[in-house]
T-cell receptor, first 110, second 117 residues
Framework: KQEVTQIPAALSVPEGENLVLNCSFT??????LQWFRQDPGKGLTSLLL?????REQTSGRLNASLDKSSGRSTLYIAASQPGDSATYLC?????????FGQGTRLTINP | GEEVAQTPKHLVRGEGQKAKLYCAPI?????VFWYQQVLKNEFKFLIS????????ETGMPKERFSAKCLPNSPCSLEIQATKLEDSAVYFC???????????????FGSGTRLTVV
């Protein structure tokens, strides 16, 4: 059974800092890994999708890496802004089912 | 449109009443998924469809929950005789069929918040 873990559970940093969110998964037989953002009371916004054959994806200030063999992914956020405050969720897709981590609640302080 | 449309946004039911939630997937997406989000961001998989066929229903509490995806109609998730513990946000997502070497991600709707009182 696939299990996804995100560390840390919560993170608070001053504006402008670069930061890394971590995600680990137990079963390396995945199709892809997706990072989402969820604002309070809102739905999920897809940030980055990494195919199982890829090592990383970039979008603006975001960079996500994938190491399937070690069961790890990281989300790097450069030059953080208060608008980046949200919960970030990592999810792995295998056998047509997405399994989520518990999320990292990120707060960027002005 | 390029969004997954879920209705209603909010639903309040008395314990024991029926609740029905709807989801219109993105046109051309052949997979539909339902997830339940309870406290502390926990996402619980309920059921998935490939077109109108159930693909995986391992997460469904079958005694009270049912779901359908019929042609030319929104997909639906129905809860008979709701319980307090059913209070949650229910998310629907859709996805395209994968092609060689490419597996598409999920697009989520904005969810239906069900409150059972």
């Amino acid at each position: 059974k696939q299990e996804v873990t995100q560390i840390p559970a919560a993170l608070s940093v001053p504006e402008g800092e670069n930061l890394v969110l971590n995600c680990s998964f137990t079963d390396s037989a995945i199709y892809n890994l997706q990072w989402f953002r969820q604002d309070p009371g809102k739905g999920l916004t897809s940030l980055l999708l990494i195919q199982s054959s890829q090592r990383e994806q970039t979008s603006g200030r975001l960079n996500a890496s994938l190491d399937k063999s070690s069961g790890r992914s990281t989300l790097y956020i450069a030059a953080s802004q208060p608008g980046d405050s949200a919960t970030y969720l990592c999810a792995v897709r295998g056998a047509q089912k997405l399994v989520f981590g518990q999320g990292t609640r990120l707060t960027i302080n002005p | 449109g390029e969004e997954v449309a879920q209705t209603p946004k909010h639903l309040v039911r008395g314990e024991g009443q029926k609740a029905k939630l709807y989801c219109a997937p993105i046109k051309g997406h052949s997979y539909v998924f339902w997830y339940q989000q309870v406290l502390k961001n926990e996402f619980k998989f309920l059921i998935s469809f490939q077109n109108e066929n159930v693909f995986d229903e391992t997460g469904m509490p079958k005694e009270r929950f049912s779901a359908k995806c019929l042609p030319n109609s929104p997909c639906s998730l129905e809860i008979q005789a709701t319980k307090l513990e059913d209070s949650a946000v229910y998310f629907c997502a859709s996805s395209q069929s994968g092609t060689a070497g490419i597996d598409y991600g999920y697009t989520f709707g904005s969810g239906t918040r069900l409150t059972v009182v």
